[in-house]
């Protein structure tokens, strides 16, 4: 369970300490669909939407792609 984790990340903080959704991800990446299990909670999607946000954008960054 992603709640009962602590993650640290050390890299440039591309959300400007803000909260994202699946949604924000789906807009600013490109993709045409993005589905979270309903046996996933709102505060799990939450950590998951900032944690898959920070990987997306490191990615994007060391490949030298736009988001």
């Known amino acids: 369970m992603l ?4 993650y640290t990340r050390h890299g440039p ?3 400007f300490g803000e909260q994202v959704t699946f949604l924000d991800i789906k807009q600013t990446f490109g993709f045409s669909h993005v589905r ?3 046996w996933v909670t ?3 999607s ?8 920070d990987s997306l ?5 060391i490949l030298k792609f736009p988001p």
């Open 3 to 6: 709640i009962n984790q602590q």
């Open 13 to 15: 903080d591309y959300r």
């Open 36 to 38: 979270v299990g309903r």
């Open 42 to 44: 709102r505060e799990e």
């Open 46 to 53: 939450r950590i998951a939407a900032d944690l898959v946000f």
């Open 57 to 61: 954008a490191d990615l994007a960054f």
